[in-house]
């Protein structure tokens, strides 16, 4: 069943008087519970890819589908679609200093209307479930980056979207922790049958998905 | 105040220290203290100097003069007459007969030009002045007499010492010409209102030394009417309901026919000073929107991060303002409170004072009216709001894309 595709999709960027083509009638369509990666080198247009998948870019032309209807960046529709269905990983962790693991990752739950005390307690059943039960009240400047990372992925998570988008999820940390974030976003596609679109340039690591593009020259090539 | 407002602004409630110690804050706090502090006494001040004022006005002058219209004087049974009739006024409080001119009041080559007024001391009719008498006694018998204390001071004369009191007579007249009449008293008490053109003319005698001295049969030259204080701003209206009952024998003139040009002119000025100093309050406001674009400025990755999560732009920037906002009025009232402390350091104050002949009064006085700091925080909490909302406005034209590029 189609989770999330972008179909013909185009997009530019002008970079000092010159105009660079990203994406060239690029096309993707990602099923429910397909783990998707998408790789290619630095600067190729991945990023841009998944912002435009994850409505928070515009395509200059071309179409985002989600699940059954067509939707885009500008629709009023577009923050409540964010919030609810889609989850976001980004390299770096974005999570609020001032705030708590447990309450960056009620965020989500908070903004969506649901109380603060009912947020915080999904939120620490969540992170328990992640392996960091003990780390709840630490601010995100007392977590090693792994850990980060993970109450990222929770946050994400904590609504139960349709989709996670994550772009270079473990492009900020050592091996280690890279292989600890990987294993537990393969966890969560084979138990809770979490639907990823994971943009990375680490290609043994993108082995890992069920689905591998590469993008070169702005266009989709299916790998594996 | 939806749930995520809530949410920040409950924890930023338990943990304010954060925000409250950076620097673009302290100074915006710092302003807003100074302006609001500065606003408030000034207004403190000057609302105090417009209530001695009005008080020492109304204390030293009677709120309704009764005269006959010819100019003539009222006989001692025609006052009786008059007095009982009065009294069935509710609105008036007391009447005090009184025969007032001017003269000359003289220590050797020093000459000043005063103003003698003559009471019946005998206790028929009340007299009103004893709570300005600050040496000596308040009743007087005939040779005694009370002097202004500026009156006195410029004279060189205080308590027990004698006074001459020249009044120049059309019935005195020699081959020299006008011979005018000298009487010596002796000085039994100092008036000291605090308003200086009265304590720097003011003479008080007894009904018959004034009198004598004009030559004339016993009389009043006018009555002095004091109004209860429910209808002391009302005297205008009491002195014409007073005209229509006695007729046209009789002029009524209200306090406000002589003194209310100068306490509207104060008021003027009171209000005049409070604009000029909401421009301060103002001046504080820039530090405000750069307190509030520090801040926008530093949480850019946290506006980001709610903008991708699903957050509205309108629901940032109000989470925002509750947070600024709240320093800024805490800002205010301490202003106020400042303010408030300032006023009572200046009137407390030993150091300068008012000069009587150019300001009337010699005394600074501070009144923190209600309606005034209503005023106050009103006015300055409006434009702070407004200099909190201006730079927030910025955030609706921040594209999440670019936020998350730009980091």
Redesign the interface.
Known sequence: MLCIAGYNLCKSYNDSNQNIQVLRDSTLEVNEGDLVCITGQSGCGKSTLL?IL?L??APDSGRVVFGDREISSSFPEA??????ELG?V?Q?H??????TAK?NVA??M???????AKAQREASTLLGSLGLGSRLHSYPNQLSGGEQQRVSLA?ALINRPRIVLADEPTGNLDPEHSAEVWQMMQKLNKDRNQTFVIVTHDIESAKLANLTYNLAQGKLNLLS | M???E??FF??YLK?PK?NLLRFSFVFMTLGIVLSVGILSAGLNLFEGYERSLKEVLLGSFPHLTLQKSSGEYFGETETSLLVQQLTSHSEIDQITPAMNYSVMARNENKVRGANLTGYDFSGKYPVSYAKYIKQGKSTLHSGEIIVGSYLASELGKKLGDQLQVVYPRLDRISALGMFPAEFNFTIVGIYSSGFYESDRSMLISTVEDAQSMLNILPGFGKLEIHLDKEYIDQAADVAATLQGSLGSEYSVYPWTMFSAGLLRLVAMEKWLIFIIFCFLVLIAGINVISAVTTIILDKT??I?????????SRSIKRMLSYQVGLVALAAIVAGQAFGALLSFIVEKQGLYKLKGDVYFIDSLTASISPLNQVIIFAVAASLVTLCIHYPLRQIDRMQ??EL?RN?
């Open positions: 912002h994850g928070l870019d923050p409540s679609i964010r919030n609810k976001f980004f770096f974005y999570l609020v200093e001032d705030l309450e965020l989500p908070i903004i969506s209307g649901i109380s603060s946050r | 939806d749930k995520l809530r949410f409950s924890r943990s954060r990755n946290e980001a991060v709610l903008k991708t999560l699903g957050s509205s999440i894309i998350l980091q």
